[in-house]
Structures are given as C-alpha cells and as structure tokens.
C-alpha cells in the first residue's frame, strides 16, 4: 500500500521545482522612460544635423546669392562680431546681441504680463457673467484677428515713439488668447461642483476661486502659453520704429543694410529664446495642474 511521502520528501521536491516567475524588473521598468528619452534626443539632434548639413550644401552649391542665402560660417562670424568688440565697434550699433535680446524679453514680459492679467480678467467676467461675454465677446474676437501692424500706426499716434506703443502693441496682441481661453474654461467648468459648492453655502466669488478657477487652470496656461508666442511673433512689428535697442530692432536695421547673415542670427536668438520660454512655461503648467491630461 503506497504511502505518503515524508514532510522531509515533500519539502526537497518543493526545493527542487523551479522557482514561479517574480515580478517584472523594476530596474527594466525605469530604463524604458530613460531610453525614450535618449531616443527622442537622438533624433532631434540628427534632424539638426540635417537641417545645417542641407543649409550648408545649398551655400556650397550656390543656388542663391549669398546675400539671399547666408552661409553657416559667415551667421557664425555674425554671432562673434555681434557677441563683443570688434575693430573698436561694440556689438551692433553700441549693443551686444545678448543686450538686444534682453531689452525685448523685457519689453515682451512686461507688455505680455500686462495682456494675460488683462485676458485673465475678462475672461473670468464673460465665463460666469452671461451679459458680460455678449458684449465683450465681439470686442475680442474683432482684437484677435487684426495684425499688429494694423494698429501700430495708430498706436504711434497716441503714444508716440517710445517705449508705450510697443508696450501696448505687445499687450494687446497677447489679451484676445487668454481671454477666449479663460472665458471658454470658466464656463464649460462641471456643474456638479459647482452646484455642490452653492449647496453648502459658497458665495458666488467663493464658487469662482475655489472650484471653477482651479478646474479651468489647464486650458488657462495653454492660453498663456499661447499668448507669449503671439507677443513673441509680434516683437519685430513693435520695434520696426525706433526698436534699437532690440532684437527686432536689430532685424529691422541689418535688412535695411542686406545684412542676411546678422538677420538670420536674429532670427536664431528669437527661436532659441521663444523655445527656452515656452519650455518654461509648460514647466510651470506641469506644476501647476499636475493633473492635466489624467482622468
């Protein structure tokens, strides 16, 4: 009669069988955001390589004028000159080219700053005031579409030619985004909050603050978002009169001169610098509403 095996038999054989499968590799789990991530870099620094690698051949080649067509080499040779002090002359026209860069980043903060508090402003009005978007909303929407040199002139007119016509230039292009934005978020904001927060006694500023305002923050800094990169777009509008110092200015000026090479290198600062700003922005967006795009 067979008999069972011994606790001593049962537990070599349990030894002996192959160990069940463990959980996934955390160490390969965190590897894969880190290969994505080197991946992704990868590949924007070939489409770089590319793209100057191209831009050098069409130079080599002389497919256009070098006047048109400005080599690598001589915006290099730009970016020295405009850098420091060359032959007794300082940067372009008495500035260096981070001096003219700095002077319209403050006048873009400062014009732009001004649109967004404004935007936020209406926005919040027309969003919970029906009355208030039916006669706001017209006025916007007839701002947003108009270029900015359709009303510089204007804005010259009645502020001269200093800094306020640009400052209101770079501010009223910046306002109409936010504005449309915050004024669709406010209002699309859920009713279910809403009305629980008006059932246990909110007040009406109380119920804006506290639960439309944060529900409506995502869609509000993409306004934002996009409201620098229209004040950034517009800033060689503004400075076309009397913008040296600035980095439009300075476009302005070098292609009045057909120097392409110094207004490629403007172009340049201006991409670079929007790119590090509007990185910075969605910076702040992953800060402030973590839980944008999460169910």
Do not use: C
């Not at 991946?39 to 191209?54: F, N």
Request: net charge positive; charged share 15%; hydrophobic share 50%.
């Amino acid at each position: 009669m067979p008999t069972s095996p011994s606790l001593r038999e049962r537990s070599a054989e349990a030894a002996a069988a192959p160990a069940p499968p463990g959980p996934p590799n955390a160490d390969s789990g965190r590897r894969r955001p880190e290969r994505a991530a080197l991946r992704r870099i990868g590949l924007r620094v070939l489409a770089l390589a590319v793209l100057l690698g191209g831009w050098q051949l069409v130079t080599v080649l002389q497919l256009w004028s070098p006047v048109l067509v400005p080599s690598p080499a001589a915006v290099w040779r730009a970016l020295l000159e405009t850098s420091g002090t060359h032959d007794g002359v300082r940067g372009y026209q008495g500035h260096t080219l981070i001096e003219h860069l700095g002077i319209s980043l403050r006048r873009i903060f400062i014009g732009a700053g001004a649109g967004v508090v404004a935007g936020l402003v209406l926005g919040v009005l027309m969003g919970t005031l029906p009355w208030v978007r039916v006669v706001l909303e017209p006025a916007v929407a007839f701002l947003r579409t108009l270029p900015p040199l359709a009303y510089f002139s204007l804005l010259i007119i009645w502020f001269g030619i200093d800094e306020a016509p640009k400052l209101w230039l770079l501010a009223i292009a910046a306002m109409p985004p936010v504005a449309v934005a915050t004024a669709s978020a406010v209002a699309s904001a859920p009713t279910t909050l809403v009305e629980a927060a008006r059932a246990i006694g909110a007040r009406r500023g109380q119920v804006v603050t506290s639960v439309v305002l944060p529900s409506a923050l995502p869609e509000i800094l993409v306004g934002v978002r996009l409201a620098f990169g229209i004040a950034y777009s517009s800033v060689v509008a503004a400075e076309t009169v009397n913008g040296l110092p600035g980095i439009g200015g300075l476009i302005r000026d070098a292609q009045r001169y057909n120097q392409s090479d110094t207004v490629v290198l403007g172009l340049f600062a201006i991409g670079i610098s929007g790119l590090l700003i509007d990185a910075a922005l969605r910076l702040l967006a992953d800060r402030l509403a973590p839980w944008r795009g999460h169910a």
